[in-house]
């Protein structure tokens, strides 16, 4: 992380232990607003204000539980702004396992939830989805989880119960093959010209505003965007491949053409037929985890 003085030891052993935490606080952001992209930008304002914390959030536990607590207040916004809500009346806590003893039901269900696809989350109410995320998904204690999300032990027991009834139903019903869908000819030009290396085609492409995210890096807009393909100029052996990654359409990159499958993603916005912006995930392949693929046929 360039924002992060690399000088300072203390500040390094900083940007480390925030960089350990990042990959399972996208597992659980990702899940809870139904999108690995949505949940990396919730990531990156967690990281950001973490960052802006230095000084006050030196020890480890209390960073990690600051994290999720701020990620998950902000993954709300993102759903309300999305208008994205479902409440219903909590009813009585459910019988449940001791989960320092889980029974087998209890771990088959843990193994359901991890095998669900990220975007199948978003279709349980909020608390149930936090619930079953938390402690499936991520493993933390119910005590922990009560903390997060503010309720009893046996609020989180109910939500948990629930949620795992819905999330069957939900896995039941699913297809058991994706829907196949057309590429657009704009996300496939581009991979064209970048698998032809014909970096002044696609520069000729970004507006004079381009924006490039690169995750652990400060975004750059304009000019210095373009810089963007003199990077990948370096690495011959990367190709791209049109996607789909949970129901988005994004282009897979391969760091070599002998990879089967992809290192991470990129996420075009174009605005009349020019680029507007570059989601470059290289530097957090952990985004990918658990997320639905669909490759081009020929990739």
Not at 84 to 107: G, I
Not at 163 to 178: D, K
Not at 253 to 274: K, L, N, T
Request: glycine share 6%; aromatic share 6%; proline share 4%.
């Amino acid at each position: 992380m360039s924002e992060i003085a690399a000088a300072d030891p203390d500040q390094a052993a900083f940007r480390d232990l925030i960089g350990a935490i990042r990959p399972e606080l996208h597992r659980y952001c990702a899940r809870l607003t139904g999108s690995v992209i949505d949940g990396e930008d919730v990531v990156q304002d967690a990281v950001a204000r973490a960052l802006a914390s230095y000084g006050t959030l030196r020890d480890g536990a209390a960073l990690r539980a600051w994290l999720f607590r701020i990620a998950h207040n902000r993954a709300l916004d993102l759903l309300r702004e999305r208008a994205v809500r479902a409440a219903e009346p909590l009813e009585a806590a459910s019988d449940m396992a001791d989960e320092e003893r889980p029974d087998p039901l209890d771990q088959l269900m843990r193994q359901e939830a991890l095998a669900t696809a990220i975007s199948r989350f978003i279709e349980l109410p909020t608390a149930q989805r936090s619930a079953v995320i938390l402690k499936d998904v991520l493993g933390h204690r119910l005590d922990d989880i009560a903390g997060l999300l503010d309720l009893s032990i046996d609020a989180v027991k109910a939500h948990l119960a629930r949620g795992r009834a819905r999330l069957r139903e939900i896995n039941a019903r699913a297809p058991a093959e994706p829907i196949r869908r057309a590429y657009s000819a704009a996300n496939q030009l581009y991979v064209d010209l970048f698998n032809r290396r014909d970096w002044d085609a696609l520069r000729t492409l970004l507006t004079e505003d381009v924006r490039l995210n690169q995750a652990t890096h400060p975004i750059r807009t304009g000019v210095s965007a373009g810089m963007f393909f003199t990077i990948y100029a370096r690495h011959p052996g990367v190709r791209l491949a049109p996607a789909w990654l949970d129901g988005e359409e994004v282009i897979a990159v391969f760091e070599s053409g002998a990879d089967s499958m992809p290192h991470h993603f990129m996420r075009i916005d174009w605005c009349d037929d020019r680029i507007a912006a570059i989601r470059d995930f290289r530097y957090v392949p952990y985004v990918m985890e658990g997320a639905d693929l669909m490759l081009d046929d020929g990739a």
